[in-house]
């Protein structure tokens, strides 16, 4: 079955320092995939997504990812990471065989900042 | 533009009750999708509507059920509550054909069951 899998849990980082949060995917065919943030009792923000064509997507607040087909992955980066950054972490996929609104999601990464 | 609204924010609820959960569309969007996200977990897809009829559902039984209106907002409805039915509920709104595959999420309704 298809699945999205985030490996770690919890990442604690340094204001200031670099960011990746990892995802593996398992589909055949390209996948479409997505990156969102949840903040504490909001819903999901779209911070970027992946279609096809360039393998390294920009997205919004300075986070970009980078589709890497030989791995099944698509890590999410951050050159400088801002105490603003910290939040919950969703990687999704449209599900196969599935319309724009049926997305599998992994369980989440949520992401600390340290001053 | 409101986005996407849901209401209640909050309930709380009894085993073996019925609830409803409301989702206002993002203005011009079509389609509605709901989410179960339980806690520690991310987002599980329960079904989508599309011009009033469940176009798609995901793996729950038949206790969740769900209306769309001609006015494109939607009811989740939820019979015969389990204390594992406790979850926040994202509701999601698309516009059909959109090739950029966007949705835009609501804040959530966090439901209870005691």
């Known amino acids: 079955a298809q699945s999205v899998t985030q490996p770690d849990i919890h990442i604690t980082v340094s204001e200031g320092a670099s960011l990746e949060l990892r995802c593996n995917y398992s589909?055949?065919?390209?996948?479409?995939l997505f990156w969102y943030v949840q903040s504490p009792g909001q819903g999901l923000q779209l911070l970027l997504k992946?279609?096809?064509?360039?393998?390294l997507v920009q997205g919004i607040k300075g986070f970009e990812a980078e589709f890497k087909r030989s791995q099944s992955s698509f890590n999410l980066r951050k050159p400088s990471v801002h105490w603003s950054d910290a939040a919950e972490y969703f990687c999704?996929?449209?599900?196969?065989?599935?319309?724009?609104?049926?997305?599998?999601f992994g369980k989440g990464t949520k992401l600390s900042v340290k001053p | 533009d409101a986005g996407v609204t849901q209401s209640p924010t909050h309930l709380i609820k009894t085993r073996g009750q019925q609830v409803t959960l409301r989702c206002s569309p993002k203005?011009?969007?079509?389609?509605v999708s709901w989410y179960q996200q339980a806690l520690g977990q991310g987002p599980q897809f329960i079904f989508q509507?599309?011009?009033?009829?469940?176009?798609q559902r995901g793996n729950f039984p038949d206790r969740f059920s769900g209306h769309q209106f001609p006015n494109y907002s939607s009811e989740l409805n939820v019979n015969a509550l389990l204390l594992g039915d406790s979850a926040l509920y994202l509701c999601?709104?698309?516009?059909?054909?959109?090739?950029?595959?966007?949705?835009?999420f609501g804040p959530g309704t966090r439901l209870t069951v005691t």
């Open positions: 589909y055949g065919a390209t996948p479409y």
């Open positions: 992946y279609f096809s064509g360039d393998t």
């Open positions: 999601a709104s698309s516009l059909v054909g959109d090739r950029t595959y966007e949705q835009y």
């Open positions: 203005s011009g969007h079509d389609t």
């Open positions: 999704a996929v449209v599900r196969y065989g599935g319309s724009q609104g049926n997305l599998i």
């Open positions: 509507y599309y011009e009033e009829e469940e176009r």
